[in-house]
């Protein structure tokens, strides 16, 4: 029989009652394995009352108590790894070490986290007046709620989770039904570490779901994570209820290939920044751009070889190099792209379509996919696919490297590979995208810098994780203060300027 999962509110499991539900898929087989309850608005309304009655007292309590509980959360999922991991590429479809890297990517946020009560200090300053001192502090908002994507069902639930509840803030979480059981995993795992009941939620659901928590005007804030243009449109109706929102949306990740740059380095960078985990993250390298003809003949051959050594299986074997898509929905999206590039005229160098794994018949497959010869008008190269398909765009010279990623709809990840110092760092000044690789295929910034995408990518003017992830999620209050001893000037009706 299916098993039915359950929303986390108030520190304990509990069952749905709209009666609307999805199917949770193991992507590998194609089996239905769990069914999902559907919050209904009356759900969500009951969730933010028993979150905001449960910040009052965490709000208030010192930061050293609150990041001691992190700490104790790091440890329990530690301790939880293998089994984390398990469940999460039974719902997804990655491998299992890939699993592990993306429950690991969450704590180490958490980790950061843990410096609350640094990371919460406000200023001071000393006789800003005559007799008066001025100091700020940091405050949590209150109710906080993120929304978040399918292909980082701990990582991203863990960089926004972890900054709102360590600032203070009760946290509500909207995961993706495609893979709701690690964040309700992680739930528990809070729950154990002594974490408050009521300050980390999961309400399962849809539109309708995430619409409550956009309109109630108790919930102050909205962090989102998904598809470019759900992440406008969550951004506008959040701005519309008078909300602070970070909305981060897709992407088409470049890679610049100079010619001087070590081609097997570039070709093994590619087969996991393209394929890894089928193509279905936010930073994936979906265009190749080698500079001059030369270098891109050399990179194709070598990727050619490289893709037939590639394994394609159930993320829990162990020779496998990535699993299936998510969904069959995907499977299907992404051979339409796969057929559109060919229908404009790219070269399909490989074709991952009709891919079949023995004893998972049933599974979203798709093949490594191989595109040369892709030009700028192809739609293959102006919108996101999101699937194991890697397009070829040659560029006659660096300028046309550096312009093809910078005048791009999106702009959340950029990477070059050379030799020449100069030339790296001209790109990295010069080209108009959030995060940016020097010989790194995939930069995805660490725990203490900030994680955000420029232009179609990114909607909201602080990024995730590190420092801004605590100014996100607190407000700034500045006190002036003037104590009686101080001096004294009797009734005055002049504007107090610095003077
Ligand atoms: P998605 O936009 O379909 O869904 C994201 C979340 O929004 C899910 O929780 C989903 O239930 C919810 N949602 C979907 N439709 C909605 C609607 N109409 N109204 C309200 N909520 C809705 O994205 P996905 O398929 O889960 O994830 C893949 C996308 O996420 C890709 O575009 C990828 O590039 C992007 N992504 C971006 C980043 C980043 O940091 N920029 C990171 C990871 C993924």
Redesign the pocket.
């Known amino acids: 029989m299916t098993r039915e999962l359950t929303h986390y509110v108030g520190g304990t499991h509990i069952a749905g009652t709209s009666q609307r539900f999805s199917d949770v898929f193991n992507p590998s087989t194609g089996v239905v394995q769990a069914k999902l309850p559907l919050a209904s608005g009356q759900e969500v309304r009951a969730a933010i009352a028993v979150a905001q009655s449960a910040q009052e007292a965490w709000g208030t309590t010192n930061p050293q108590r609150r990041a001691r509980i992190l700490n104790k959360f790091v440890s329990l999922v530690y301790e939880n790894m293998d089994e984390l991991a398990a469940l999460l590429t039974s719902e997804h479809g990655k491998t299992f070490p890939d699993s592990k890297g993306d429950i690991q990517r969450g704590l180490e946020v958490i980790e950061f986290c843990v410096a609350a009560p640094h990371m919460l200090k406000g200023e001071f300053s000393d006789s800003a007046g005559a007799g008066i001192d001025v100091h700020s502090m940091r405050q949590p908002l209150g109710v906080v709620a993120g929304?978040?994507?399918?292909?980082?069902p701990a990582m991203?639930p863990l960089w926004k989770a972890g900054p709102a509840i360590a600032s203070g803030n009760a946290y509500i979480l909207?995961?993706?039904?495609?893979d709701p059981s690690v964040p309700l995993r992680l739930a528990e795992l809070f729950t154990e570490a002594g974490l408050p009941d009521g300050i980390f939620n999961v309400i399962n659901?849809?539109?309708e779901?995430?619409?409550a928590l956009i309109e109630d005007p108790r919930v102050k804030a909205i962090g989102?994570?998904?598809?470019?243009?759900?992440?406008q449109?969550?951004y506008a109706a959040a701005a519309a209820h008078g909300k602070r929102a970070q909305c981060?949306?897709?992407?088409k990740n470049h890679l610049v290939i100079m010619p001087d740059a070590d081609m097997d380095m570039v070709a093994d960078a590619l087969m996991g920044a393209g394929y890894g985990s089928a193509g279905?993250?936010?930073?994936a390298i979906s265009v190749a751009i080698p500079v001059g003809e030369a270098t891109a003949d050399a990179l194709v051959a070598k990727l050619v070889e490289r893709i037939g050594r590639l394994k394609i299986g159930d993320g829990m074997d162990e020779n496998t190099d990535f699993g299936p898509v998510?969904a069959q929905s995907?499977k299907e999206r992404i051979e339409n792209y796969i057929q559109a590039g060919i229908d404009e005229g790219a070269e399909l160098l490989v074709d991952g379509r009709g891919l079949e794994v023995p004893g998972h018949e049933g599974g979203f497959w798709v093949g490594p996919t191989l595109f040369d010869r892709v030009t700028e008008n192809m739609k293959i190269y102006k919108e996101?696919i999101?699937g194991p398909v890697l397009c070829v765009l040659r560029a006659k010279d660096y300028e046309e490297a550096l312009r093809l990623p910078s005048e791009h709809e999106f702009g959340?990840g950029v990477s070059i590979f050379t030799r020449d110092g100069d030339t790296a760092r001209n790109f990295s000044s010069r080209v108009q995208v959030g995060m940016v690789g020097v010989n790194v295929p995939i930069p995805v910034p660490i725990a203490y810098y900030t994680?955000?995408?420029w232009k179609a990518?990114?909607f909201g003017d602080l990024n995730?994780h590190g420092a801004d992830g605590f100014r996100f999620y607190t407000k700034t209050k500045t006190v002036t203060t003037r104590w009686p001893s101080g001096i004294r000037e009797g009734a005055s009706f002049i504007m107090p300027a610095g003077s």
Do not use: H, L, Y
């Open positions: 929304i978040t994507p399918f292909n980082f991203i909207k995961p993706s039904e495609r659901g849809d539109k779901t995430v619409d989102f994570v998904g598809s470019t243009p759900i992440a449109s969550i981060f949306g897709g992407a279905e993250r936010c930073m998510v995907a996101e999101f959340n994680f955000g995408g990518s990114g995730q």
